[in-house]
């Protein structure tokens, strides 16, 4: 590092060597020395290691020095007082705390990434279709073996896909990251649900007839059915949301402002069956949204995710 003094004190950074087998290179890059937050997270003496890596944009890639530094990361916020209860759940989280209730969608740009995604795949194999015709069958599927040739064009409309999954995923971190400040804001100790998510990804095994009863046209006239119970559990809701990387993020949060984070069983305490003025469990269907209550002689319903957390 080429370190820049001025009557002995520190005031910022020029630039530093890669040292290579052929020859040096000097990367140069901006450190504002007005910006304490850049000054107390960048500390060369406790530089741990140095990684390099590159980002997709849409004219190629991107690469990108990582300084690892040892200890705790400057904080920027300051911890609240009281408790939180989280609910998380596939798509969204529900927070209670003394002075807040918070009801957050984790992606709520889902929808606008996934319209762009879907027709740049589109656009893409439109391409393909045209410049490789002799690499698929008259079915209109590919051929097994057959390798793809991609043009300038296609090669362009492939990077500009990988752009848009690199931003939705950079979003959903950014997002998350808000989310978890408002909660370290208002409390010090947080009880939140031990949900597995990776047993909710998989499909079910056994293969059921739904109770329902549908009517479809046939030849002989119309015909009631119990058609088959779907297979499919959440794996797309919880890659378009990673509701486990915010559990995860928020649980690094709390140890760095030192907050206490516990993890409720949901076999021992199950927070969305249970009612705290009958003290009972009522189950309800995964459907229901509401909870009924009285107060003050006058029924009211909360939402069953915010009830949860409370």
Same mark, same amino acid.
């Given at each position: 590092?080429?370190?820049? %003094?001025? !009557? ?10 890669? @040292? =290579?087998? *052929? /020859? +040096? ?94 027709? %740049?795949? !589109? ?10 015709? @002799? =690499?698929? *069958? /008259? +079915? ?111 649980? *690094? /949060? ?57």
């Amino acid at each position: 590092l080429n370190v820049i %003094k001025e !009557k002995g004190k520190i005031i910022g950074y020029d630039y530093f060597t890669i @040292n =290579c087998p *052929n /020859k +040096n290179i000097n990367l140069h890059f901006k450190l504002d020395i007005k910006d304490k937050y850049e000054l107390d997270g960048f500390r060369p003496n406790d530089v741990k290691y140095i990684k390099i890596t590159r980002r997709i944009f849409n004219n190629g890639y991107k690469y990108y020095i990582q300084f690892v530094t040892e200890g705790i990361p400057p904080l920027k916020l300051s911890a609240g007082i009281g408790s939180a209860g989280i609910d998380p759940g596939i798509s969204s989280v529900a927070v209670a705390t003394n002075n807040l209730c918070l009801l957050e969608d984790l992606n709520p740009l889902n929808d606008f990434y996934n319209k762009k995604i879907i027709k %740049k795949q !589109k656009e893409l194999e439109r391409k393909n279709r045209q410049n490789n015709p @002799n =690499c698929y *069958n /008259k +079915n209109r599927t590919i051929k097994k073996g057959s390798k793809l040739k991609l043009s300038n064009n296609a090669k362009r409309t492939k990077r500009q896909l990988r752009t848009l999954y690199r931003k939705k995923k950079e979003f959903i971190k950014h997002n998350q990251n808000l989310i978890g400040n408002k909660i370290i804001q208002n409390c010090d100790n947080i009880y939140c649900e031990d949900v597995k998510f990776k047993a909710l990804q998989k499909r079910s095994k056994n293969l059921e007839r739904s109770d329902k009863e549908s009517t479809i046209n046939t030849k002989n006239g119309i015909k009631i059915v119990h058609k088959y119970k779907k297979k499919k559990r959440f794996g797309k809701s919880l890659q378009n949301r990673a509701p486990a990387q915010f559990i995860k993020l928020l649980e *690094n /949060k709390c140890k760095n402002y030192e907050i206490s984070f516990v993890y409720i069983k949901t076999q021992d305490f199950k927070a969305s069956q249970y009612n705290h003025q009958k003290d009972d469990y009522i189950k309800k269907e995964l459907s229901d949204r509401w909870n009924e209550l009285t107060y003050k002689r006058k029924k009211i319903q909360i939402q069953r995710d915010l009830y949860s957390a409370f």
